[in-house]
């Protein structure tokens, strides 16, 4: 039979040896904890805004074309021309897709998301403006 004192002694190896253990590897466990995700910068905010404006802009001024005799020209949307809601619908949820995808990349590409949305931006207001020009010219 042990002794007392020899019990004590494998207990105290024992518990020195699992807190080791739990100091060796939890310190690797805390730094492979996932990285926080780094904020979307204001001006990649503010891109995605005006390209939300432009494309209300746009849907306005569709309405407005078709109102008149115009024809939807996007091949996308085409289907859905003669059903304002279902058009309306179906431009906010390519819309939605869209803007969910440069928020997304945004948060690792911020400038390649602003530049995006610069781009399709600027398509969207000139299509608006051709819209207005054609449910002007059609009135």
């Known amino acids: 039979m042990l002794s007392a004192t020899h019990m004590r002694r494998q207990h105290l190896v024992y518990a020195s040896s699992v807190m080791a253990l739990e100091l060796t590897f939890?310190?690797?466990v805390a730094?492979?904890?996932p990285k926080e995700e780094k904020p979307v910068p204001k001006y990649v905010t503010a891109a995605l805004a005006a390209y939300a404006a432009s494309d209300v802009l746009d849907m306005v001024s569709t309405g407005m074309g078709l109102a008149h005799g115009a024809r939807e020209q996007n091949p996308v949307l085409?289907?859905?021309a003669g059903q304002?809601?279902?058009?309306?619908a179906?431009?906010?949820?390519?819309?939605g897709a869209t803007t969910?995808?440069?928020w997304k990349m945004a948060k690792h590409h911020p400038?390649?998301?602003t530049i995006i949305s610069a781009v399709l931006t600027s398509v969207e207001l000139s299509v608006a403006k051709h819209n207005f020009d054609l449910a002007r010219r059609n009135r």
Request: glycine fraction near 8%; charged fraction near 10%; hydrophobic fraction near 55%.
């Open 90 to 95: 179906a431009n906010g949820l390519l819309h």
């Open 111 to 113: 400038k390649r998301a």
């Open 100 to 102: 969910f995808v440069l």
């Open 78 to 80: 085409k289907p859905f």
């Open 26 to 28: 939890a310190t690797p």
């Open 84 to 88: 304002p809601a279902a058009l309306g």
């Open 31 to 33: 730094a492979q904890a």
